[in-house]
């Protein structure tokens, strides 16, 4: 290599070493003491929330499913061939709808026989009022024997009762014929048909169709028994509401404790419960699983503040406690047990301070801050 580039690469590299030292002489103020006043100075933007003091309900989260508030296996009352379906398969059907028919004719025929015994008979009790009614005045002036009137009268009560036998026969046959169609029992949703139209049904034998109540619908979970306690005790408070959470969703489902079974299962060691949920959304299917959590025991009077509030170090938890100068303080403290998006701060803050919940890694001691956002 030519000596005069060496000598030219030499002088760039002592140039540049130059520049560098002159540039960090100048920020560090040519002694190295304006370097962390500058770092001190800078405002970071934060979020912030307040420490709250007041009751804490602890929550139980669960897994559980989705089940129907009722489920009906439909039959029929009649016997009789199946005419047709009216409801599609897998769909909605209303309280009262017309959702099976069965063949009425033989069912007609029966009351249209009912009937005519009915008018028969009733024709047969007048004309025995009637002659009962011509003979009895005689009886006094001899014309009629007392047997005769006696036999009179025994036809009107015969044919009295035939007309109340067959009367009660005409409703026995009017609502057997009203069998002949069924009609859904509840709001619900129709599984797939059990049978089909020509098909022979045998009455309070044959599955027709399984209808689901799905509006409500039940969430069926078990709790360890060592829960229950303070279940009960919460649950004796009034409503006890209990939230679910479909796995993969954001939906937060609303639901409301309904029943606590009335044993502990000895071979688990848990309690089921019921939770109702009116699911007019359609969200929950029977069979679904979803994460459900509920509130076991009430804290009185703590203090809490959002878990992301919750920093940790090598010597224990901290927060970083915004002072009224805008400036931070690391504050540490002790952490109780946590609900939801809440955690329990037993030594260390008190109710109304305003902790950090985003931006800490920017923080020191007594750095000044600039508030961007309030999570409460």
Do not use: C
């Amino acid at each position: 290599m030519p000596q005069h580039k060496s000598w030219r690469k030499l002088a760039l590299a002592v140039v540049a070493l130059t520049v560098v030292g002159f540039v960090a002489h100048a920020l560090l103020g040519g002694g190295g003491k304006a370097a962390p006043a500058a770092a001190h100075a800078a405002v970071v933007p934060v979020k912030v929330a307040r420490a709250q003091r007041g009751d804490l309900d602890l929550s139980l989260k669960v897994i559980g499913s989705a089940e129907a508030y009722s489920t009906v296996n439909v039959q029929s009352r009649v016997s009789g061939q199946l005419l047709s379906l009216s409801f599609k398969p897998g769909g909605r059907v209303r309280q009262g709808e017309t959702i099976i028919r069965i063949d009425p004719s033989l069912l007609q025929s029966q009351l249209d026989e009912a009937s005519g015994n009915l008018a028969k008979d009733q024709a047969q009790l007048i004309n025995a009022q009637a002659v009962l009614k011509r003979y009895a005045p005689l009886l006094a002036k001899g014309y009629v024997a007392q047997s005769d009137v006696d036999t009179y009268k025994a036809n009107v009560g015969i044919y009295t009762s035939s007309v109340k036998a067959d009367k009660a026969a005409v409703e026995l046959a009017r609502t057997q014929l009203s069998y002949a169609q069924i009609h859904a029992p509840v709001d619900s949703i129709a599984g797939a048909p059990l049978v089909y139209p020509g098909a022979q049904v045998t009455a309070n034998n044959t599955n027709l169709v399984v209808l689901n109540q799905v509006s409500p619908i039940y969430i069926t979970f078990s709790i360890p028994q060592s829960a229950l306690a303070g279940l009960k005790a919460s649950y004796a408070r009034g409503a006890l509401p209990v939230t679910a959470k479909i796995p993969g969703s954001r939906s937060v489902l609303q639901a409301t404790l309904d029943f606590i079974n009335n044993a502990v299962d000895t071979s688990t060691g848990t309690i089921q419960l019921k939770a109702s949920y009116a699911n007019t959304d359609d969200q929950l299917t029977p069979g679904q699983f979803v994460e459900v959590s509920l509130p076991t025991t009430r804290l009185t009077n703590v203090v809490t503040v959002p878990v992301v509030a919750l920093q940790n170090s090598p010597n224990g938890s901290f927060v970083f406690v915004v002072d009224a100068d805008g400036a931070v303080q690391q504050r540490m403290v002790t952490a109780g047990e946590s609900s939801g998006d809440r955690i329990v701060i037993s030594k260390g803050l008190n109710g109304g301070e305003q902790v950090v919940t985003d931006g800490q890694l920017l923080l020191v001691n007594g750095t000044r801050v600039r508030i961007v956002g309030d999570n409460g």
